[in-house]
């Protein structure tokens, strides 16, 4: 699960951007490890938790890539996702603290 030790680790140097532009692709979210930006496509959001768990998935990307530096070197990119998802939904409802936490560092207000 994410931690607020990572998210502070994590809010120098990341950069967090809301797309409401329509994209072609059905990705909710993407984190860009070459320049430390998640990205979250709005106009795929279905609803609000849908947001707070794509929110809690790319910050779970970027955590390991940033704090652990092991996301270059995935072979199984399925099984990643699949824990990584995991590892949100998990965060999502046992630690509602740590998607408080990004939302007041990132300033994030979203109605869905």
Do not use: Q, W
């Not at 106009?43 to 652990?68: G, P, Q, W």
């Not at 699949?82 to 046992?94: P, V």
Request: with cysteine.
């Amino acid at each position: 699960m994410l931690k607020i030790k990572d998210i502070l680790k994590l809010r120098d140097g990341l950069e967090l951007i809301l797309k409401r532009e329509i994209t072609s692709e059905e990705f909710k979210g993407l984190y860009e490890p070459d320049s430390k930006r998640i990205i979250i496509f709005y106009s795929n959001i279905k609803n609000k938790k849908d947001m707070d768990l794509t929110l809690l998935h790319e910050f779970v990307h970027a955590r390991d890539h940033i704090c652990y530096s092991n996301i270059r070197y995935i072979s199984d990119i399925g099984n990643y996702e699949k824990s990584t998802e995991k590892e949100a939904i998990k965060t999502y409802i046992k630690k509602p603290h740590i998607l408080r936490l990004i939302k007041d560092i990132y300033n994030i207000k979203y109605n869905l």
